[in-house]
């Protein structure tokens, strides 16, 4: 189960707000950058929010990748972004993929600020 898990938290995006409002547009772009990057998805999940008042609101998604995952939010409303890419490491290292994918789409939303972290997975601490 070694792996890797690249967390991001994106605030005040300054992307098209088509990537942040509209499902079909981020779906796209996440399976596409999954597939180009190297990995294998395997299907995908993207739901779109809706106001009151029928307008698009965020999106919430999903590509389960053979490797693993990538799952995306957003909150239009504020520019805001969460990111997670995890991929499996279990016959080759997909590290380098997982952060090169993950660097795409980040520079895309192209945040204001962020909070990112890198989470090596799958490693047994050594004993005190």
């Not at 088509?18 to 547009?25: C, H, N, P, T």
């Not at 998805?41 to 053979?66: E, K």
Request: include cysteine; hydrophobic fraction near 35%.
């Amino acid at each position: 189960m070694n792996g890797l898990h690249l967390i991001a938290d994106l605030y005040r995006c300054k992307c098209s707000p088509e990537i942040m409002l509209d499902r079909a547009v981020l779906e796209e772009i996440c399976v596409s950058e999954c597939r180009d990057g190297g990995l294998t998805p395997l299907g995908a999940y993207f739901y779109q929010f809706t106001h009151d008042d029928g307008q698009q609101a965020g999106v919430t998604g999903t590509v389960v990748l053979a490797e693993s995952h990538l799952a995306i939010h957003t909150w239009p409303e504020t520019g805001d972004v969460t990111l997670d890419v995890y991929v499996c490491n279990f016959s080759r290292d997909n590290s380098d993929r997982a952060r090169s994918i993950f660097k795409r789409i980040v520079d895309l939303l192209n945040p204001d600020d962020s909070v990112c972290h890198d989470v090596v997975r799958g490693r047994v601490p050594a004993e005190a």
